[in-house]
């Protein structure tokens, strides 16, 4: 009772959550294999189910920066995305509409809108890319998309409120998680019938398999834990306590390591596999939801739905590198499979922020000229800009001394003074990124050579 307690008056100041009509919009994002989304109208609703679920059942148990580069509008109150193992389309479902938006990533573009059950919250793909599973809180249902006619074709009946779907990496079985009972089902792909269900303890939320499809770990925001399952037996082999309302959940593509969002404590759990423990824990940013590595693993993007941020966590110094500013509410992040781009969606102002990974703003590295030159003399300085795409340079403000010239694109200032005086200008250097990268004001001095 007073993990309900606690929660009530963390909300008290919120937003209130939406009718379990659109049920996907209330329990939030809990991404299928990388993320749970458990906050403000998303993250608020989930947790009180499974509370109210618990009660009913009688128990209470360096990375380059990256930028945005574009904002995709999708359906309404988007919840998570994932991409076609061929990197083509990424799929974002609407909580709020009832639909799964198909994102063209060549162009940008939404090229359509895919009817599915009540309250989509979660998509993932098998493994050969030939179907989309999606979770459907308002139906207890799993609606499968066939990929290339882009209609679903079939329906799996489930558990009560199923939140997130992974695949086992041989692409045989997939895991759902129910926020509302004790259970994992076990869906069999080649019969599209669930086959089995796993006790894990109620209020499951985020899903993840380790990379050889030994293990999932299963997170519970109830009960600050993690529940780690046996691929082989179905059965929990070991719990894992560590942060508070623990939701996403993703490992590291060699599989030593998971990481977990703690929604409670705005950090994340570093989970070494071998030993199942906690080893270290990240400070993100507010109530972290989402979660998934690049595919080299040298960093982690990690959706912070109350702060409208991405933190990029550099894997190796287990430090946040940067922060990357997205769209309202954001509750799920995917890559590509080359690792360029990643897609996050964005619940509270329904769109998909793009970014490019490996972009970052220009920053000066050299913007200190000789401030003296004399005419009749030759001069050249060299600015040069840290910054992906590669920077540009153009005169922002004042002007150079009569006589020099600024190349745009190599930075080199040069040329021989013709006229004597103080000449005082900015240098500003931009890649389209932003935000552009200017220098204080710089003057120099020239004096008249003397005639002999």
């Given at each position: 009772m007073a993990f309900r307690t606690t929660l009530a008056r963390r909300h008290q100041e919120r937003r209130s959550s939406p009718s379990m009509e659109h049920p996907g919009a209330g329990e939030g994002r809990l991404r299928g294999s990388t993320s749970a989304s458990l906050l403000s109208r998303r993250r608020a609703a989930i947790i009180s189910t499974v509370l109210a679920a618990l009660m009913l059942a009688g128990n209470f148990p360096a990375t380059a920066a990256g930028t945005v580069t574009s904002t995709i509008p999708v359906g309404t109150l988007p919840v998570g995305v994932a991409l076609t193992p061929d990197g083509t389309a990424a799929y974002v479902t609407n909580s709020g509409s009832n639909t799964v938006s198909v994102i063209d990533v060549a162009s940008g573009t939404t090229l359509s809108a895919i009817p599915v059950g009540p309250g989509p919250n979660d998509v993932a793909f098998t493994p050969d890319g030939s179907e989309a599973y999606v979770t459907n809180w308002g139906s207890d249902t799993i609606s499968v998309i066939d990929v290339t006619s882009g209609t679903v074709t079939s329906t799996v009946t489930l558990e009560s409120n199923p939140v997130n779907v992974a695949f086992v990496p041989d692409g045989s079985a997939a895991y759902v998680t129910h926020a509302s009972s004790g259970a994992v089902s076990v869906i069999d792909v080649a019969l599209g019938t669930v086959t089995s269900t796993i006790t894990v303890g109620l209020g499951s939320v985020g899903v993840a398999f380790t990379p050889d499809g030994s293990a999932a770990y299963v997170t519970h925001p109830a009960s600050d834990a993690v529940s780690v399952i046996d691929v082989g037996s179905g059965s929990v082999t070991k719990t894992i306590t560590g942060g508070s309302e623990p939701a996403g959940v993703a490992f590291t593509p060699d599989g030593a390591t998971?990481?977990?969002?703690?929604?409670g404590f705005n950090?994340?759990?570093v989970i070494d596999v071998e030993s199942g423990t906690v080893t270290s824990t990240i400070t993100v940013g507010s109530h972290p939801l989402g979660v998934a590595f690049t595919p080299d693993g040298a960093a982690a993007y990690?959706?912070?739905d109350g702060s409208n941020t991405v933190s990029v966590i550099d894997v190796a110094s287990g430090t946040v590198a940067s922060t990357v500013p997205v769209g309202s509410g954001p509750t799920d992040v995917a890559f590509t499979p080359d690792g360029s781009t990643a897609?996050?969606?964005?619940?509270?102002?329904?769109?998909?922020?793009?970014?490019d990974v490996s972009s970052a703003p220009p920053v000066f590295t050299s913007a200190t000229p000789p401030t003296k030159a004399t005419t009749r003399a030759a001069y050249s300085y060299t600015f040069t800009a840290t910054g992906d795409p590669a920077p540009t340079f153009y005169v922002s403000s004042g002007a150079v001394p009569v006589g020099l010239t600024l190349n745009t694109t190599t930075g080199v200032l040069s040329g021989t003074p013709t006229k004597g005086g103080k000449a005082t200008f900015t240098v500003t250097a931009t890649n389209g990124v932003g935000p552009d990268a200017t220098t204080g004001p710089i003057t120099i001095t020239v004096t008249k050579a003397k005639v002999r």
């Open positions: 998971a990481y977990v969002t703690n929604n950090t994340v759990s990690v959706a912070n897609y996050v969606t964005n619940y509270g102002s329904n769109t998909v922020s793009v970014i």
